[in-house]
């Protein structure tokens, strides 16, 4: 009978630990996934300056697209949604940027 409840003892604190770990990971992920959308926004604003000043041309590429492409691996349509977001839905200035407060409450995946 004690081995039992030694048995259940540790089954329940392997619970408890692994619903911390749970908790640990989501939150987390949640983390950081509030990151990508700040650094999607980030970049969206680096390809239009660099789309507006045509500074891509310094390096013989076309357009922002086909920089964005080579130097980052970035697909085309990736390279148009971050700036459209950013175009669309943001106020910033080269310091600062963050979405307009109608859209504060939006996904990135909700504005593309």
């Known amino acids: 009978m004690a081995k039992k409840e030694v ?7 392997l619970v408890v630990f692994e619903d911390e770990n749970y908790n640990r990971i989501t939150n987390n992920i949640k983390l950081q996934i509030g990151n990508i959308f700040s650094n999607y926004l980030r970049i969206g604003q680096y390809l239009i300056e660099a789309n507006n000043s045509k500074i891509y041309e310094l390096k013989d590429f076309t357009s922002v697209i086909e920089y964005a ?6 697909a085309e349509t990736t390279t148009r949604n ?18 307009k407060d109608e859209y504060k409450d939006f996904s990135y995946s909700a504005l593309v």
């Open 7 to 13: 048995e259940q003892k540790s089954d329940i604190g």
């Open 69 to 74: 492409s080579v130097e980052f691996d970035l």
């Open 82 to 99: 971050v700036m459209a977001v950013v175009e669309k839905y943001c106020d910033g200035s080269a310091y600062s940027i963050k979405l």
